[in-house]
């Protein structure tokens, strides 16, 4: 389904092939001048803003992505929702809707929207009517409904929207009238409304749909997108720049940066070297090899928060001999993980014990952790049949994620520890799409992977990643499918208050530590890096980069 992903770029590159042309040419004068992609950051207008990201997206739809370079190229930019987060916060705010309310049954919530909200004007639609109830209704539809004209377009893999069983929970999204949508629920779900401020859940253009399939080119919607964002997308070359500009339209005020670049640099060491240059004015995750030197330039500066993360090895409980519990206990206790925090952490990141971190409400501090011993590594694997260890593959990341800045030496070392106990693991990568698509669908046999909430509620974490419906969603990399966890998770959803959901997630967490299909790794601090300039900008619990009311003063 990713192949169909990746033709699609190829005809959209054939169908901008002269303009991509002319920019290659004038990015190959300015190289021959010296000057480079500096130049870009420091010729252009004051109000072009130059962000180092560390990946490219998988998609410019959020709906069918999980990852944050795709939420940042997309539903960050692009896109609004009903709700959405306060700025730098958790606090569920209003945004294409300015109100909701909840039948006392809690089986319908209603949502009152904006009136005179403007979609994006591009070169390859032009809207001729505002946001409405229709668009609401084509969103949810698309990931709800089989029959939907889009539903199977470029894949049609709702991995957020069916992990957290929204096709089940949500039995109709109903127009009551223009500016007026109800959302009936087949039971009460208490994270909805949080649920609904997350990326998956932007909102996209019904009459721009409209258009693609009278024009037989449904696959545009995702390559070529419209949203009501602060940013319209203009160009994208694959796996090297993005290239954003100010939606002047935007209901909040067209933002103070004009133009924005998303300069793909997928080393972190590079990315702090284009920000010591001024090539960049910010970068995403910078290493914290990096920081102590970042830290000394005058001309930046470099910001901090405790990480609403883990980062974990999930074992594939599809793939022999992962099944065994046993042979999961042992590669637990084989891997010595305070020395790879002691290695690439450098003291900016705790071992995790649960798959939620302490911040999070209803983290269970009773439960033990599993504790290094190569010896009883060894014995386990003995009684589960295996006293000379067996052969596998461990599958680390290509890019640095706040979760793991550096997957590869990370691999190494399990590697290295895997090897003490016989355990021969052949160490696999793939380019960061491609990883999560293989990931995604179980080719894998330990993948080394994490995860940033995205909306505060223990279920983001343990029913997104955990649960039997996240194994078909293609979240639960561990593709663990447990009935007496699945049934807590469950239940916390439908509880009626907190102190009853609590109960439920630190029994489900005894249950993860007892069954281990990960073993987890780290809660680590994020870190963001940006010339001293920038003002506006606020660090997200989420891990993601908005840029929505940031400028940049001038020299």
């Known amino acids: 389904m990713r192949e169909d992903f990746r033709v699609n770029f190829k005809a959209i590159g054939k169908r901008f ?30 109000s072009t803003f130059v962000y180092c990201s560390e990946g490219s997206p998988r998609t410019f739809n959020p709906q069918m992505g999980s990852d944050g370079p795709t939420f940042n190229a997309s539903s960050r930019t692009i896109y609004n929702r009903l709700v959405d987060f306060e700025k730098g916060g958790t606090k569920v705010v209003p945004s294409l809707a ?36 229709d668009d609401v209704v084509f969103t949810f539809n698309r990931m709800l409904k089989k029959d939907h004209p889009f539903h199977t377009v470029n894949g049609g893999v709702y991995e957020y929207f069916t992990s957290m069983e929204m096709d089940k929970l949500v039995k109709e999204v109903k127009k009551v009238d223009a500016q007026t949508v109800t959302f009936i629920l087949s039971r009460p779900e208490t994270p909805f409304l949080a649920n609904m401020a997350m990326d998956f859940a932007s909102i996209l253009s019904a009459e721009y749909g409209d258009k693609l399939v009278a024009a037989k080119t449904l696959e545009k919607m995702d390559l070529e997108p419209v949203g009501t964002g602060p940013f319209k997308f203009v160009r994208y070359e694959k796996d090297s720049q993005i290239r954003f500009e100010a939606h002047e339209g935007y209901f909040e005020g067209k933002s103070k940066i004009e133009k924005l670049v998303f300069a793909i640099t ?13 090539e960049c004015q910010f970068v995403a995750e910078p290493s914290v090899l990096d920081l102590p ?4 330039e005058i001309k930046v500066s470099v910001i901090e928060q405790e990480g609403l993360n883990v980062g974990y090895l999930a074992l594939n ?10 042979v999961r206990e042992a590669i637990a206790k084989a891997l010595n993980r305070k020395t790879y925090l002691d290695a690439i952490y450098q003291g900016q990141a705790t071992v995790a014990v649960n798959p939620i971190p302490p911040s999070m409400w209803s983290y269970n501090k ?11 590594a060894k014995q386990l694997l003995a009684d589960a049949g295996f006293p000379n260890g067996f052969e596998t593959t ?44 293989k990931a995604r669908k179980g080719e894998h046999d330990m993948l080394l992977i994490g995860w940033t909430g995205d909306n505060g509620d223990p279920d983001n974490f343990l029913g997104t990643l955990l649960s039997c419906a996240a194994v078909k969603g293609g979240s639960n990399y561990a593709r663990w499918c447990n009935k007496e966890f699945d049934k807590l998770v469950t239940d916390a959803r439908q509880a009626p208050d907190q102190a009853t959901r609590t109960k439920h997630y630190m029994k489900a967490q005894e249950v993860f530590k007892r069954e281990l299909p990960w073993v987890t790794l780290a809660h680590a601090k994020a870190f963001r ?13 989420f891990g993601t980069d908005y840029f929505y009311g940031v400028d940049v003063q001038k020299k």
Not at 366 to 376: E, V
């Open 293 to 296: 030197s970042l830290k000394k």
């Open 266 to 278: 997928t080393d972190p060491s590079v990315r702090a070297q284009k920000l010591k240059r001024g």
């Open 394 to 437: 461990l599958w680390y990341m290509p890019v640095s994620r706040p979760y793991n800045p550096n997957a590869k030496k990370m691999a190494e070392m399990m590697q290295a520890d895997l090897a003490l106990i016989g355990v021969k693991a052949k160490l696999v990568s793939y380019e960061w799409g491609t990883y999560l698509d």
């Open 17 to 46: 092939g002269p303009v991509v042309i002319k920019t290659y040419v004038a990015f190959e004068l300015i190289a021959a001048v010296g000057i480079g992609l500096a130049g870009l950051a420091n010729q252009a207008s004051a």
């Open 529 to 541: 890096a940006m010339e001293k300039r920038v003002t506006g900008y606020s660090m997200s619990p």
């Open 317 to 326: 409980v599809e793939k022999k001999p992962f099944g065994d519990k046993r």
């Open 98 to 133: 300015e109100s909701w309310s909840t039948s006392k049954d809690k089986l319908q919530v209603t949502f009152k929207l904006r009136k005179d909200v403007a979609f994006q004007s591009t070169a390859w639609f032009k809207p001729t009517r505002s946001f409405n109830a």
């Open 366 to 376: 009773t439960i033990k952790d599993t504790a290094f011993d190569t010896a009883a």
